[in-house]
């Protein structure tokens, strides 16, 4: 049994205050992140225990120009950042009519052919190739709130999820690809004026290189006691920032979390393996748990659960876990929670995390999540994460893993729900 008493929050605290900074993947800084977990783990694994490293090749865009100006039925300039991976502009942009299509409904768009787009929200995946379809030479999102002042004023460029895995960005037919529009972001303050003062035509410019980088995956193995159980656990985290702020609660705490489990069980060592990882290139788009899952694939079959830390440490807030599998698999959670008499509830879904990259392989996961203030921007700071919330949800999250891993009979099939399995192919 697992000695939950090993589990301190103020011990992940402290290694937490080693990654004060933006850890973007692929950059110099994620580098120094990979290389300071690892440094961290070897001083503090038992060790019979060996940390390795993955590195993994990704394309990523970068804007270089993003820019946006009334043309009519006035002359004015607006700071505009841009989405990475939407389509480039030519050199000296685009001229066009600007149409205000609120939330992308159908009726909306049925304006958007020729002209460029105005939407009150952000734009991802369907609303995307729904102003491809619609003919919309460019789009632009609103980004704030009325209430921003100084830096905030300015918004920031964000990734664009426009593809189903496999399929094209208009949709899955390869046939029949749509082209790749450009998109840029406004800040609240500045789409109340343009549409308080009635512009009818914009330019835009959107520029952008797409770059080959490197990120780093990091794991170790604790072997299970019992030669005869095979089938083990992940338990994993991204360690990886957006570029807008230093992740600390999304997820430095989730790496956090991970770490002092992976120094708990190497000291108990449960019946069944357990395989602990950190993954870069989360916040891209799972790119480091994909690439684990394709290189390790036929050792995942060993796989029975996936345990993912994502997003956690805050005092206000309440911890969800994201059951990404079947009604029993939740039933075992819910059990569990009970048991250990910590708060927390469930909800059954595809979570947005890297939980998504196991139960794609039909290994059901869940997706430790314990809501919080911040998330992708600048406030999301070590300041306000607690030691007590994090080791209350160390100490679930031992106290599941260790029910799960010291069973001699699993208590749940290895098995995805269908319509999970169609929502992950997607």
């Not at 502009?89 to 299509?101: D, M, N, Q, R």
């Not at 909306?108 to 787009?117: H, N, P």
């Not at 290189?295 to 029975?304: A, F, S």
């Not at 929670?337 to 059954?348: D, P, Q």
């Amino acid at each position: 049994m697992l000695d939950l008493s090993l589990l301190s929050g103020s011990h992940t605290l402290k290694f937490m205050n080693n990654f004060d900074y933006i850890r973007q993947a692929g950059s110099r800084n994620g580098a120094r992140a990979a290389a300071e977990i690892v440094k961290q783990l070897k001083a503090e694994l038992p060790s019979y225990l060996t940390v390795k490293t993955e590195p993994f090749d990704f394309t990523c865009a970068e804007v270089s120009t993003a820019s946006f100006e009334a043309v009519e039925p006035y002359r004015k300039s607006y700071p505009a950042a841009g989405y990475r991976h939407s389509g480039s502009t030519p050199a000296e942009g685009i001229t066009a009519p600007l149409v205000y299509a609120e939330y992308g409904d159908p009726i909306s768009l049925t304006r958007v052919k020729g002209a460029v787009a105005l939407l009150s929200i952000p734009v991802s995946g369907d609303l995307y190739r729904r102003l491809q379809k619609a003919g919309a030479l460019a789009f632009i999102s609103t980004a704030g709130s009325p209430l921003d002042g100084g830096q905030d004023r300015f918004p920031q460029s964000r990734n664009l999820y426009k593809k189903p895995m496999g399929g094209q960005a208009g949709g899955t037919d390869a046939s029949q690809p749509l082209p790749d529009i450009p998109g840029l972001i406004l800040h609240y303050k500045d789409v109340l004026e343009i549409l308080n003062r009635g512009v009818t035509t914009c330019h835009l410019v959107l520029r952008q290189e797409t770059l080959s980088k490197t990120g780093t995956n990091i794991y170790i193995t604790v072997p299970g006691t019992d030669p005869d159980l095979t089938e083990g656990l992940c338990v994993s985290s991204h360690y990886d920032s957006v570029p807008q702020g230093k992740g600390a609660y999304d997820n430095l705490s989730g790496t956090g979390i991970v770490y002092e489990l992976a120094l708990a069980f190497a000291k108990n060592p449960p019946h069944r393996p357990m395989t602990f990882i950190w993954f870069d290139g989360e916040e891209l788009g799972l790119l480091g748990s994909r690439a684990f899952c394709q290189t390790h694939w036929k050792e995942l079959e060993n796989c029975r659960f996936a345990y993912n830390v994502d997003l956690a440490g805050q005092l206000i807030g309440g911890t969800v876990l994201g059951v990404t599998a079947g009604p029993v698999v939740e039933a075992a959670m819910n059990l569990y929670g009970r048991e250990a008499g910590l708060g927390m509830s469930t909800k059954r879904q595809v979570w947005s995390s890297d939980s998504n990259s196991f139960a794609a392989l039909g290994i059901p996961a869940v997706t430790m999540d314990r809501d919080g203030f911040g998330m992708h921007t600048r406030f999301d700071t070590l300041d306000l994460i607690s030691p007590w919330a994090l080791e209350r949800d160390e100490k679930l999250a031992g106290f599941i893993l260790d029910r799960l891993a010291s069973s001699t009979v699993f208590p749940f099939d290895r098995a995805m729900p269908v319509e999970f399995a169609e929502k992950l192919r997607r």
